[in-house]
């Protein structure tokens, strides 16, 4: 089925979206509108997908006991994880992770879940360049969002994503929280592209 045009939201150009861009770490209360995570949906299926597959499928959580379980659970795997990276030579600092009130999910009332059925070994980047998109559109909506890399473990459970309605046959890729931001946050700051050779 082709998608109708997404209706252009009369704003900023795709720069001023990229510089507008933060992970927003804290969220109102307010629920998400099914329009606006509809429209972050097409936007994100408008990626480039390699050999055209189109692999992504998405799930939304609105259920805040559900996100506050799945956050529960999450915890104690992601942080042996980092234990395990940090064994390594990783070091990342998990201790607020292990706090009873954290939330993986800061607050927010809404996670968008991006999962591929493994195909091409594209898939994966297929799914980061939706979500980036997704994360832009929402940006542009005037939603913030935080990519919640630390919990793509425990929705690959088998059990997590039987609950979830995940099929087996596909994986979880991209988790994203969305929402109304609370406040004002500040962009991080980056460092120069690298740049190894430019041939010219
Ligand atoms: C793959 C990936 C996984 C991430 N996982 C988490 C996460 O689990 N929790 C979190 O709060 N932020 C997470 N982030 C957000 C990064 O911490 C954030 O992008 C980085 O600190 C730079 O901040 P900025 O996006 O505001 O520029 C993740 C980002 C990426 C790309």
């Given at each position: 089925?082709?998608?109708?045009?997404i209706e252009?939201?009369?704003?900023?150009n795709?720069?001023?979206?990229?510089l507008?861009?933060?992970?927003?770490?804290a969220?109102?209360p307010?629920k998400?509108?099914?329009n606006?995570?509809?429209t972050?949906?097409?936007?994100?299926?408008r990626?480039?997908?390699?050999?055209?597959?189109?692999?992504?499928?998405?799930v939304?959580?609105?259920?805040r006991?559900?996100?506050?379980?799945?956050?529960?659970?999450?915890?104690p795997?992601?942080i042996?994880?980092?234990?395990h990276r940090?064994a390594?030579?990783?070091r990342?600092?998990?201790e607020h992770?292990?706090?009873p009130d954290f939330d993986?999910?800061?607050g927010?009332?809404?996670l968008?879940?991006?999962?591929?059925?493994p195909?091409?070994?594209?898939?994966?980047?297929?799914c980061w360049l939706?979500?980036?998109?997704?994360?832009?559109?929402?940006?542009?909506?005037?939603?913030?969002?935080c990519?919640i890399?630390s919990?793509?473990?425990?929705?690959?459970?088998?059990?997590?994503?039987?609950?979830l309605?995940i099929?087996?046959?596909?994986t979880?890729?991209?988790?994203?929280v969305?929402?109304?931001?609370?406040?004002?946050?500040e962009a991080?700051s980056?460092k120069?592209?690298?740049?190894?050779s430019?041939?010219q």
């Open positions: 089925m082709l998608l109708p045009t252009k939201p009369q704003g900023r795709v720069f001023e979206a990229i507008a861009r933060r992970t927003v770490r969220y109102a307010d998400i509108s099914k606006a995570i509809q972050l949906l097409e936007a994100a299926v990626a480039p997908t390699a050999m055209h597959e189109e692999p992504w499928a998405f939304v959580v609105q259920n006991q559900i996100l506050r379980q799945l956050s529960d659970r999450a915890k795997i992601f042996e994880e980092m234990r940090n390594q030579g990783v990342h600092s998990f992770f292990a706090r993986m999910f800061h927010a009332n809404a968008i879940i991006i999962c591929a059925k195909a091409s070994p594209f898939v994966v980047a297929d939706a979500a980036e998109n997704l994360i832009l559109a929402a940006c542009e909506l005037g939603l913030g969002s990519v890399g919990v793509v473990s425990v929705l690959n459970i088998h059990m997590v994503k039987t609950e309605g099929p087996a046959a596909y979880v890729i991209a988790p994203i969305v929402g109304l931001p609370m406040g004002e946050t991080t980056r120069e592209p690298l740049i190894l430019w041939k």
